[in-house]
């Protein structure tokens, strides 16, 4: 349950539409639920992207990193 996620030799992304609004995205790099593998080809699927990585930190940035978060916030809506 603990291990690192690989996605399967043969997994196939499914065919999204893009997105067209600025969009922020604030990843926490030690994340066991939603691995940094998912951010592959994310700036591919939406065209105005934001994106901060936070070391150190798990699934929740705002709770654990509410710093970093709060600041990746207001640049973004600044």
Request: charged content about 15%; aromatic content about 10%.
């Given at each position: ?7 399967p ?31 592959e080809?994310?700036?591919d ?12 930190c798990?699934?929740?940035?705002q709770?654990?990193?509410p710093?970093?978060?709060?600041f990746?916030?207001n640049e973004?809506?600044?």
């Open positions: 349950m603990d291990a690192p996620y690989v996605l030799a043969n997994y196939n992304p499914p065919i999204l539409p893009k997105v067209g609004i600025p969009t922020l995205m604030v990843w926490g790099l030690d994340d066991i639920a939603l691995p940094a593998a998912n951010l080809g994310l700036d699927l939406v065209d105005n992207l934001t994106l901060v990585k936070v070391p150190d798990g699934h929740f940035v709770w654990e990193a710093e970093a978060f709060n990746a916030l973004f809506l600044n």
